[in-house]
């Protein structure tokens, strides 16, 4: 019973606390993940940016040579290429025939080149099927005016930078949650023991076998109750003896009497 009673107690403590560090963990995870996502897909459309004022120049050689031209930077930047008119037609496209596609005039990235000059944003592209990163600015050209130069790599990109961190993190966080465990059982541990000296210590009190003084290890409650355990010995010490020597006292009395001694109850009975 005692060692059952041990065990829970540890258990509770050990599950209390992994929890707690597990919820905690948890909490932090998604709040770190959401950053470094984010972070990364900044880290690309960096990168896009940087390629595309280098690209600018070049724009309006997509006027005369269309998707060919696409094609080309395409393969120097490792980016999908896509060069909007005004009116949001498809000039050039590295990837898809730029007569073939609908009007990107409403794209995001488009609208706010549009309103501030440059535009980004991640999203589905129901043309290639999968998610891309985008980056868009425009360009002034002598021919038609203003025209959209938009580059745009996969999230897969960003996925790989997140699943290693993702994989560091738990690693991190599973390494933290077992020492965590180790301390909470060691903890737990030291707590039973305290416990099981002091119902120890009250159980031989309550047999009559008045142990030594309970020693206080610590100075939080146990200390306290500890100390309440002491008082409540000598308290029952002092009550024994007393009730000892009562008890002496009135067997001397007896013995010390000549004549004979008969005890009866209330209702007139010998006891």
Request: aromatic share 6%; glycine share 8%; proline share 3%.
């Amino acid at each position: 019973l005692e060692r059952e009673m041990r065990v829970t107690i540890a258990a509770k403590s050990v599950l209390t606390i992994c929890l707690l560090i597990a919820f905690s963990l948890a909490v932090v995870g998604v709040y770190l993940a959401r950053r470094e996502r984010e972070s990364l897909v900044d880290q690309v459309v960096a990168r896009l940016e940087a390629q595309a004022s280098l690209l600018a120049a070049e724009t309006p050689e997509s006027l005369v040579f269309g998707d060919a031209w696409a094609r080309g930077v395409a393969a120097r930047t490792k980016a999908r290429v896509t060069v909007v008119a005004g009116d949001g037609r498809v000039l050039a496209d590295s990837e898809e025939p730029s007569q073939q596609m609908e009007n990107h005039g409403s794209r995001p990235e488009i609208l706010d080149a549009r309103h501030a000059g440059a535009g980004r944003s991640v999203r589905f592209s129901e043309s290639v099927n999968r998610d891309l990163v985008y980056f868009a600015r425009s360009v002034p050209t002598a021919l038609v005016g203003p025209v959209f130069l938009r580059l745009s790599v996969p999230l897969g990109e960003v996925s790989q930078g997140f699943g290693r961190f993702r994989r560091d993190f738990l690693g991190i966080a599973s390494l933290s949650l077992a020492i965590a465990s180790v301390i909470a059982v060691l903890w737990a541990r030291g707590i039973a023991r305290q416990l099981q000296r002091m119902i120890r210590f009250a159980r031989r009190v309550s047999q009559g076998n008045i142990p030594d003084r309970l020693p206080a290890t610590t100075r939080d409650e146990f200390a306290d109750l500890a100390a309440a355990l002491n008082v409540m010995a000598t308290d029952l010490t002092t009550t024994l003896e007393r009730l000892e020597a009562e008890g002496r006292r009135s067997r001397t009395i007896m013995e010390s009497m000549g004549e004979g001694l008969l005890v009866l109850d209330g209702r007139g009975k010998i006891s």
